[in-house]
């Protein structure tokens, strides 16, 4: 049974991005608030 190393290998990946999603979820949305407000000043500043 030469599946059961990438089972396992899944396995593992899947128990990590479990147990980070909370804080990579919160990185994501700081840094696309963040981005998402840089892209609205410089649009104002382009319709002054």
């Known amino acids: 049974m030469h599946g059961a190393p990438m089972v396992i290998a899944l396995a ?6 479990i147990y980070f999603l909370p804080w ?8 696309y608030g963040r981005w998402r407000r840089k892209r ?3 649009r104002q500043q382009r319709m002054r």
């Open 12 to 17: 593992l990946v899947a128990l990590v991005l």
């Open 24 to 31: 990579i979820d919160e990185k994501l949305k700081r840094a």
């Open 40 to 42: 609205r000043e410089r």
